[in-house]
C-alpha cells in the first residue's frame, strides 16, 4: 500500500485567482492521477502524471487550466487557474504501485470552495 | 471500451440487515474489479478487488463480492449492517491496454444504515 498527504485539505477562494495542490506519497510510484469529484457525483480523471513525461490530460481538461508538475517519483502538484465557482470540488490525487492490479490509494482529498 | 454500472444511487437498510449493493460492468476482456468506500470528508478507501482469483472475494469490514462472468456482476454485500457502513461506495474497473493503470469508477451508491 501507500500512504498519501495532500495539502491545503481544504481552501475557500475568491474567483479569478489560483490554488496548487500537494500531493506527496511515502514511496516512489511511477502512476500518479489527479481526480475532481464534484458535489454528490462520482471522480472524474483530470490528468495522469508519470515522473519524465508531460502529463496526458483526459477530454475537458486543459494545461492552461490545470497544469500539472511531476518533478520526482514521491511528488506531484495540481494547480486549478483562474478559477470561477464551477470549479468548487475535492480534488483527489491517487497513486498506482506497479504491478498492483491497477489498484490505486486516494489522498484525503482537497476540498476547495470558490466564492 | 470498459465502464461500470451501479443500480440504485441510494440504499438505506435496517441495522444488522443484509447490505446488497449492486454493480456490472462492461470490459472487452477479463477485468480487474473493484470496490471502494469514502467516508464524510475523506478520500477514497479500497474495500476488496477481483484480479482473477478466486469468484469470490473477501475485504475489509465484513464485506464480500462476487465476480460473476456470465451476468458480468461484482456486486457487494455484507451479511449484517452496521453504522458505521454508512458510506458512499464506488465500483470501479481497470483499464487495459492503452489505458492500462486507469480505473473507471461507477456514479457511486449511498448507503444508508437506520438504527
Known amino acids: 500500500s501507500a500512504v498519501i498527504s495532500q495539502k491545503p485539505s481544504r481552501d475557500i477562494c475568491q474567483r479569478g485567482t489560483s490554488l496548487t495542490i500537494q500531493c506527496q506519497v511515502d514511496?516512489?510510484?511511477?502512476?500518479m492521477f489527479w481526480y475532481r469529484q464534484q458535489p454528490g457525483q462520482s471522480l472524474t480523471l483530470i490528468a495522469t502524471a508519470n515522473q519524465g513525461s508531460e502529463a496526458t490530460y483526459e477530454s475537458g481538461f486543459v494545461i492552461d487550466k490545470f497544469p500539472i508538475s511531476r518533478p520526482n517519483l514521491t511528488f506531484s502538484t495540481l494547480t486549478v487557474s483562474n478559477m470561477s465557482p464551477e470549479d468548487s470540488s475535492i480534488y483527489l490525487c491517487s497513486v498506482s504501485p506497479t504491478g498492483a492490479y491497477n489498484e490505486q490509494f486516494f489522498g484525503p482529498g482537497t476540498r476547495l470552495t470558490v466564492l | 471500451a470498459q465502464s461500470v454500472t451501479q443500480l440504485g444511487s441510494h440504499v438505506s437498510v435496517s441495522e444488522g440487515a443484509l447490505v446488497l449493493l449492486r454493480c456490472n460492468y462492461s470490459?472487452?476482456?477479463?477485468?480487474?474489479l473493484f470496490w471502494y468506500v469514502q467516508y464524510p470528508n475523506q478520500g477514497l478507501q479500497l474495500l476488496l478487488k477481483y484480479t482473477s482469483a478466486a469468484t469470490l472475494v473477501k475485504g475489509i469490514n465484513g464485506f464480500e463480492a462476487e465476480f460473476k462472468k456470465s451476468e458480468t456482476s461484482f456486486h457487494l454485500t455484507k451479511p449484517s449492517a452496521h453504522m458505521s457502513d454508512a458510506a458512499e461506495y464506488f465500483c470501479?474497473?481497470?483499464?487495459?491496454?492503452?489505458?492500462?493503470?486507469?480505473?473507471?469508477f461507477g456514479r457511486g451508491t449511498q448507503l444508508t444504515v437506520w438504527p
Open positions: 470501479a474497473v481497470s483499464g487495459r491496454g492503452s489505458t492500462l493503470g486507469r480505473l473507471y
Open positions: 514511496s516512489q510510484v511511477t502512476m
Open positions: 470490459s472487452s476482456v477479463p477485468p480487474y
